[in-house]
């Protein structure tokens, strides 16, 4: 036999063993989108899989249980939040921002969607208690995180550690209250009239770190 009357496989007939990070990203993501949608209580397995791609069965192999992958989407959320608010404060101290660009990208990120679900994600998970405890090292790395962008980024001169702690908890506050105002629509200008009194009640005495390298 000839190697031309060797039959040829069709590799496209094989079945594809799938990449198992692949499988997790694409569940927390579709978890994510759904939980930035729907909320919480509105949280459905089916949809997820449908649009993940992957079955029940590839669900429950990786996550042991639904409340396992709220968790995973959740931090992820979390992470996106954070890594949105640091690149902004490395875009100031490079100096590709300046201060009112920076206000304005810090106030679009809590406004976003992103961070309204994730606030009203939180909320809802308070309620359930085996839920808030896989949640809450990644809450407390968050935390951590939000402490840092504002330390990494700014000098609060004359002030003690307690007391730029306090200052930046409350700039986050008013973050998050303008944010949750958001949802119920703002006026025309308002935004804009927001960020020019954060950035004159918060970051007036505020000196703006050098990015290192």
């Not at 949809?47 to 992958?69: E, M, Y």
Request: hydrophobic share 45%; net charge negative.
């Amino acid at each position: 036999m000839t190697s031309s009357d060797c039959p040829v496989l069709d590799d496209t007939k094989k079945p594809r063993r799938r990449n198992s990070d692949l499988t997790v990203h694409e569940l927390k993501a579709a978890t994510t989108e759904q939980l930035i949608n729907q909320g919480l209580s509105g949280l459905s397995i089916k949809p997820i899989l449908d649009k993940a791609g992957v079955s029940r069965g590839a669900l429950f192999h990786h996550f042991p249980t639904k409340n396992h992958l709220i968790a995973a989407a959740f931090a992820d959320l979390l992470q996106s939040f954070s890594e949105a608010l640091h690149q902004s404060g490395s875009d100031l101290r490079s100096g590709r921002i300046d201060v009112s660009a920076f206000v304005e990208q810090v106030v679009e990120t809590f406004v976003s969607d992103m961070f309204i679900g994730s606030m009203e994600i939180a909320l809802g998970i308070r309620v359930e208690p085996d839920l808030s405890e896989l949640v809450k090292e990644a809450v407390e790395e968050w935390r951590v995180s939000l402490a840092a962008f504002w330390n990494e980024t700014f000098e609060l001169k004359g002030m003690d550690t307690a007391a730029a702690a306090q200052h930046w908890a409350m700039a986050s506050n008013l973050l998050r209250g303008h944010a949750f105002t958001s949802t119920y629509g703002v006026e025309p200008g308002a935004r804009l009239a927001f960020c020019k009194s954060f950035e004159k009640l918060i970051l007036n005495e505020a000196v703006i770190k050098k990015e290192t390298a």
